[in-house]
């Protein structure tokens, strides 16, 4: 058993589910998370994210397994007897107070004296930047500032755990950008453990040092960001996490470390790095990431190019986005950086022309599940 606080992971989740009836919203999930990290849930609505959050805050019980959080078994005990803090979507800001006593609301019954509570408030506000805004209502703020005054709430108690369930999810795209990096900064700051509740893979890339993808109430990867995105370990995996290109394949031959894949949606063989469990009559899937394909009007030097015509083409400032239709049908991606100005009919192809697609080797991800 863990010892009581001191050495190991701040949070370990062994063997646990949750059951409402019939239904398993946490299926046998075991997780360690460690002291400092900023840690995300990640996964669609439904997949278990938000229900395994209230089991480590302490609104929902273990139907079977244990939580332990610094080494202490959570059985047991009541959300307000453990050393954790909760943000919620909605702020649940109280509307008839002043930003400094939402802040300081939590502090009343901790044995602090008045003049101890005025400085931790002063701290929090500081730390959010909102000092200039202490008398103010949440109805006189931006939604960016009422997101700031709900997290300077859950931090002013300097619980050794934060959870945050979608606290980006009301702001809109610009906001939500500078504000994952507010959080960022302020977590790094305190060093308290934060963990992160989301659907969208853009925020959690963005926001934590490990990300756990989640479906149907079962853990699928657990890895940084650049593990989850560069090397998922299944389709699913792949599939969730950004934009990808998919194809079906049979390995037709293995030569040291590559293999040849032959792939009808493509209309040939490709080339792709040779992993162990490889070997010829082996069904795969190939993924591919957009920006990993190259898209040009001649034929490329090299494997892995296949030509096709442009069907749709998507033009976002920064990048171009085309659709190549393949002779077999297949629509492929390719994201192409817009890394000059360039006139329209200078880009590199428009709607029906027809061009050469190809990736590298190494790019291509191979995948049996």
Not at 14 to 36: P, Q
Not at 320 to 328: E, I
Not at 344 to 359: L, P
């Amino acid at each position: 058993m863990p010892s009581e606080g001191g050495a190991g992971p701040l949070i370990r989740i062994e063997n646990v589910s949750k059951s409402f009836g019939t239904f398993k919203a946490v299926d046998d999930v075991s997780l360690n998370i460690e002291k400092g990290e900023l840690f995300a849930l990640l996964g669609g609505s439904g997949c278990g994210k938000t229900t395994l959050l209230r089991m480590l805050a302490g609104f929902e019980a273990p139907t079977a397994g244990k939580i332990f959080i610094d080494g202490q078994d959570m059985a047991g005990i009541p959300p307000y007897d453990r050393p954790v803090n909760m943000m919620f979507q909605s702020y649940a800001l109280f509307p008839h107070m002043s930003v400094e006593k939402n802040v300081g609301y939590g502090l009343k019954h901790d044995g602090m004296t008045s003049a101890q509570r005025t400085d931790r408030v002063k701290q929090m506000l500081d730390l959010v930047k909102l000092t200039d805004f202490a008398g103010r209502k949440p109805h006189q703020l931006s939604g960016g500032q009422r997101q700031r005054v709900a997290l300077a709430r859950a931090l002013a108690k300097q619980p050794k755990l934060l959870l945050l369930d979608e606290p980006l999810g009301a702001l809109d795209k610009k906001l939500r950008e500078h504000t994952q990096f507010e959080i960022m900064s302020i977590q790094e700051k305190t060093g308290i453990t934060f963990v992160v509740v989301t659907h969208d893979q853009e925020e959690a890339m963005t926001l934590a040092s490990r990300i756990a993808v989640m479906d149907h109430g079962k853990i699928k990867q657990v890895g940084t960001p650049t593990d989850i995105y560069e090397y998922p370990n299944s389709t699913f995996v792949a599939g969730f996490i950004g934009s990808i290109n998919m194809f079906d394949g049979e390995v037709t031959k293995t030569s040291g470390d590559v293999a040849t894949v032959q792939i009808a949606q493509l209309g040939g063989p490709i080339m792709v790095p040779a992993a162990d469990s490889l070997s010829a009559g082996t069904k795969i899937s190939i993924a591919v990431r957009p920006e990993k394909i190259t898209i040009s009007r001649s034929r490329p030097k090299g494997p892995n190019s296949f030509s096709g015509t442009v069907k749709d083409l998507g033009y976002f400032g920064k990048d171009s986005l085309y659709r190549v239709k393949m002779p077999s049908g297949t629509l492929v991606m390719v994201n192409s950086v817009n890394a000059r100005r360039a006139a329209e009919s200078e880009r590199v192809a428009q709607w029906e022309d027809d061009v050469w697609i190809s990736f590298d080797p190494q790019s291509a991800i191979a995948l049996k599940g």
